[in-house]
C-alpha cells in the first residue's frame, strides 16, 4: 500500500506496485465522500456518478471495483458498457446531470502504468482546491475496513448501477458543434491513427458512407502499445503512423493518444506538425474561418502564436498552469472561446472544458475543406500572419530525489540578467508553473517537474530555428542535467 497523491490530471501508478485494485478502492471511497459533501449542481441529478475506463490492461475491471466503491456509498453509477474516449466519458456527466465522473485511464502513460482520472459536474478537470479535498478523504492503509463496497452484479440488479452507451448522446452534440457533411464529400483520403486506444473506430463511423476515405491504424485494443514508447501523440510514437500516411498518399493524418483526449496532425507529406503549430492552427481557424471572439485560455507551456493572434482578433489571452486542472476552471470562468496545453490537449466553447482529440481532429479536417488548402498551406496561411515559430522538448527521468533537489536550487537561482540562451539574452523570467526564461526574439525556455511523471521536461519556442538544439542543450545545463 502506497500515499495516493492526485497530481496533475489524477492519480497514476504502475499497475501491481501501487496501483492495486485497494489503491483503486481506496480512491473511490475519497472520491466519493467528496462528491456527497459537494453536493449536486442546480439541475442537476442528485447522487450520480459516471465511471468509464480505457484499454490499457485490466481497466474494465478496476472500473468495476470503482463502481462498487461509489454505488455502496449511496450514489447512482453510470458505467461505460465497453472502452470509451475520455471526452464522451466527460461529455456523459452534465448529460446525465451527474456531480461528476472516474475515468480509468493513464492517458499518454507507458503501458505499465494506469490510471484514476476524476471529472467534476462540467465533465472537466476537478480545480487544484478539489483535488486536495479528494486526497484528504483517501481511507489510510491500515483501515481498508472502512470502505464500502456492492458486489457488481448486486449493485447493477439494486439499480445502483445502470451500465449505458454514451455514444448516441454525444454523437448528437457533435452535429450541434460542427458539420461533417462536407468533409464526408470532399474525397479525402485520411489516416488515422488511435494508438491502439479509445479513438478507434470513431473518426470512421462519423466520417464514413461518403467520399472521404478513411485508413485506421494501430486500431485494435494491445495494452503494450507496439511501434510506440507509449500512446502520446509526439515523435517518435506516431512515426509508424505517418509512414503508412505517406504510403498511401493521405492528405493528412489525425492522431489520438491512448484516450483520445489528445489530438496529433500529421501533413500531406506524412510530416509531424508540433502541438504548439496545432493549437495556433485551431486558434486561427475559429478567429478567421469561424468568425468566433472570446479569451484563449493556454498553459504556459504553449505557443507564443497564440498571443499574437489575440493581439490581431482584439481577444484576451489566459495564461495558467500546466494541466487541465487550471485550463478548465479558466475556461469557465472567463467563458473561453478556446483553451489548450503544450501536450496537445484542446477544449472548444459550447462543449465540455475538456480535451477532445475527437472534435480537434474534426475541426483540423473542417479548416481543410473551408479553405480548400492542405495542411502544409494552412500553416503557411498561419505563419503569414503570426511569424514562424519552432518548437521542441527534452524529457529527462530523474527518480533521485537529490537531483531534483538541486535542479531546483540551480534553477531557483538562476537570474534572466545576464543569461543567454542558444545565444539570445533573457529578458525575464516566470515561474507561474515551473521555470519559463522569456529571449529577446519572443521565444522561451521552460524547463518543468513534471506533475505526472518522474520527468523534467525542458522545452523551447523560438523564431530562431537553428538555435533550437542550442536553447535546449542550454537549458539542461540550466537545470544541471
Known sequence: MSDIKFGTDGWRGRIADDYTYANVRRAAQAFAAYLTQSGAPAGGQPGS????YDRRFSAEHFAAAAAEVLAANGLKVFLTQTATPTPVISYSVPAKGALG???????HNPPEDCGFKVRDAHGGAVDPAGLSRIEAHIPPAQELAAIRRLPLAQAIDKGRVEVFDP???YLAHLADLIDVQPIKDAGLKIVVDAMWGNGAGWLSEILGGGKTEIVEVHAERNPIYPEMKRPEPIPPNVDAGLAVGRQVGADCVCIMDGDADRCGFGDEHGEFIDQLRVYALLAYYMLEIRGWRGPIVKTISTTSMLDKLGQRYGVPVVNTGVGFKYVAPAMIEHDAMIGGEESGGYAFRRHVPERDGILANLYLLDFMVR?????????????????AHYYDRIDTRVTDNAVKAAAKAKLDAAQAGGLTLGGHRVVDKVTLDGYKFVMDDGGWLLVRFSGTEPLIRVYTETTDRAAVPAILADGLKLAGL
Open 49 to 52: 456518478v459516471v465511471v468509464g
Open 167 to 169: 455514444k448516441p448522446a
Open 101 to 107: 465522473a472516474v475515468n480509468i485511464t493513464a492517458s
Open 371 to 387: 479553405t480548400g488548402k492542405t495542411p502544409t498551406q494552412l500553416l503557411k496561411r498561419l505563419f503569414d500572419t503570426v511569424g
